[in-house]
């Protein structure tokens, strides 16, 4: 059975463009969790798609956004990059609220 | 509100020596508890979770944890490491019966295992 995949693995961005990253959940999981962990300051919660909606947002800017496809897979959009959004971005995907798999990361360089 | 303290962030151990990585968690309420491991440029895997019953809960490759309710605490054991448990561990923690985008984090602790 396939893991959590994200793609690209490394994204180097100039601050002010938008970057677009990628998840594909474990099959027959419905939800999707998005985390940015930037240096020094732990996990922090982003986003949770399920069954194609967003359920739930962390604290963060309206420019961070995303979406959830038909089948699944989901789609994280950073606009208007700043210098600290420089961070490893996990994505999970889950069937349950005790459990959830995570991605190898995408890590977004802006520059 | 929940939190979770993780009180070392570097923990340096010999090969083969037992190694306790310790989380304190604050809550009003009962909760759920995991352990997290993320070797470098991954993700994080899950080591083993207390939902209930038994306090002592054994995981993958060796670790154990128990849950301490009076002490609030859930610390992670492991009687004799290898060079490969090199890696950052995380603890989390939840309320009971909730989606799991109400995980939280604690800091992390690097653990550097020295041949």
């Known amino acids: 059975e396939a893991g959590v995949t994200q793609s690209p693995t490394h994204l180097i961005k100039t601050r002010g463009q938008q970057a677009t990253l990628r998840c594909s959940p474990i099959?027959?999981?419905?939800?999707v969790y998005w985390y940015q962990q930037a240096l020094g300051l732990g996990l922090q919660f982003l986003l949770w798609y399920d069954e194609g909606e967003e359920r739930n947002r962390g604290n963060f800017p309206p420019r961070f956004s995303g979406r959830q496809f038909p089948n699944y897979s989901s789609e994280l959009n950073v606009n208007a990059l700043e210098l600290e959004d420089s961070a490893l971005y996990l994505c999970?995907?889950?069937?349950?609220?005790?459990?959830?798999?995570f991605g190898q990361g995408t890590r977004l360089t802006v520059v | 509100a929940q939190s979770v303290t993780q009180l070392d962030s570097q923990v340096p151990v010999f090969e083969e020596a037992p190694v306790e990585l310790r989380c304190n968690y604050s809550s009003s309420v009962s909760v759920y508890l995991f352990w997290y491991v993320q070797y470098p440029n991954q993700g994080l895997q899950l080591l083993l979770k207390?939902?209930?019953?038994?306090?002592l809960v054994k995981g993958i490759n060796g670790f154990e944890a128990e849950f301490n309710k009076s002490q609030t605490s859930f610390h992670l054991r492991k009687p004799s490491v290898h060079i490969s448990d090199t890696a950052e561990y995380f603890c989390?923690?939840?309320?009971?019966?909730?989606?799991?985008?109400?995980?939280?984090f604690g800091p992390g602790t690097s653990l550097s295992v020295i041949p």
């Open positions: 989390a923690v939840t309320e009971l019966k909730t989606s799991y985008d109400k995980v939280i």
């Open positions: 999970a995907s889950s069937r349950t609220e005790v459990e959830a798999f």
């Open positions: 207390y939902l209930s019953g038994s306090t």
């Open positions: 099959s027959g999981h419905t939800s």
